[in-house]
């Protein structure tokens, strides 16, 4: 997956390590907004992350929990912890 300046400069700025992005991107479900792709972790998607990383899994879920992952196709546009309820299109 490539990712923009805006995502590579926001990544930096808000220290979300890639392990947790790779989580998301991996495990985590999708919802659509504005025609792009919000990718966010669930409880369902943490527990697919827990099956597959066994022990590792809590801080791997800890880390992930509140991060969300915004994409274009197969580019990634920003990265963000989520502070707040996220709309979707209705």
């Not at 509140?66 to 546009?77: F, R, W």
């Amino acid at each position: 997956m490539n990712y923009s300046n805006h995502a590579i400069e926001r990544l930096q700025e808000r220290g979300i390590p890639q392990f947790a992005i790779d989580c998301v991107l991996e495990f985590g479900e999708v919802e659509y907004h504005e025609g792009r792709e919000i990718h966010r972790m669930s409880k369902r998607s943490e527990r697919k992350l827990k099956a597959y990383m066994g022990p590792l899994s809590a801080q791997a879920a800890r880390l992930s929990r509140c991060v969300y992952v915004v994409t274009a196709g197969d580019q990634v546009v920003t990265v963000a912890r989520q502070t707040k309820h996220l709309k979707r299109d209705r």
